[in-house]
């Protein structure tokens, strides 16, 4: 029997950002206008498997501290990579300091790509 300190909790990379999809619109609907999301993620990268919730928090705090402490509006860009076994996950937050400069907040995380079996 494992410990449960050594089991990770996984799922795959497309319901992880279904999830992150939900999320979103629901800050949309707070945010109006303020808020854009692009969401460029190869499609196959979707069957990979992902440390469950390793998204959210990170678009959550996007949010939160790159959009809402603005007057303006601002977007978050998650996008996914594969290289080799490797899968990067990255949120980017461009927000308005004011007219002629932006605020640029990545953030990346580089977990292990497992493919799926089916």
């Known amino acids: 029997m494992s410990s449960p300190v050594n089991t990770i909790c996984r799922c795959r990379w497309r319901t992880e950002l279904a999830f992150v999809r939900r999320y979103t619109e629901i800050e949309r609907l707070r945010y ?3 808020l854009q999301i692009i ?3 190869p499609p196959e990268t979707l069957p990979l498997y992902v440390p469950s ?3 959210q928090s990170l678009v959550e705090n996007a ?3 790159g959009i809402a402490n603005q007057t ?3 977007t978050v860009v998650i996008t996914a990579r594969r290289y080799n076994d490797r899968l990067q996950l990255e949120v980017k937050t461009t927000a308005p300091v004011c007219r002629t400069r932006w605020m640029f907040l990545p953030v990346a995380v580089l977990v292990s790509a497992m493919p799926g079996s089916d």
């Open 53 to 55: 919730f390793i998204l």
């Open 63 to 65: 949010i939160r501290h």
């Open 39 to 41: 969401i460029d993620v």
């Open 72 to 74: 303006g509006s601002g």
């Open 32 to 34: 109006g206008d303020r």
